[in-house]
Nanobody, 122 residues
Framework: QVQLVESGGGLVQPGRSLRLSCQGS????????VGWFRQAPGKDREGVSC????????DYADSVKGRFTISIDKAKNTVYLEMNSLKPEDTGVYYC???????????????WGQGTQVTVSS
């Protein structure tokens, strides 16, 4: 059974940081891409960041570039999202997704986690 489990969300004040984790299990083939997506209330899901598991290259949405950093620990089957200088507009449910093909920030991923809530508020 393929599973992706996010953790690390919570309530933080603007300017603070959070580190999200996404741990995968049950894959029969190595994943190619792992992405982070978020969905604010009443808005469409959007790509935040993604990483190529083979070469470590990463893409970021313009809204988070310079503030967020994605990384991967292949030995632990875990991808991280370091979120710094958080803003209220970063609030939303954050999902990780994985696929055996590389889709970048496209939504066409085969596997999705359950999501973790991130709330940025003073």
């Amino acid at each position: 059974q393929v599973q992706l489990v996010e953790s690390g969300g919570g309530l933080v004040q603007p300017g603070r940081s959070l580190r999200l984790s996404c741990q995968g299990s049950g894959f029969t083939l190595d994943v190619y891409a792992v992405g982070w997506f978020r969905q604010a209330p009443g808005k469409d899901r959007e790509g935040v960041s993604c990483i190529n598991s083979f070469d470590g290259s990463a893409d970021y949405a313009d809204s988070v570039k310079g503030r967020f950093t994605i990384s991967i620990d292949k030995a632990k089957n875990t991808v991280y999202l370091e979120m710094n200088s958080l803003k209220p507009e970063d609030t939303g449910v954050y999902y990780c997704a994985a696929d055996h093909r590389y889709y970048g920030l496209d939504l066409r991923y085969d596997y999705w986690g359950q999501g973790t809530q991130v709330t940025v508020s003073s």
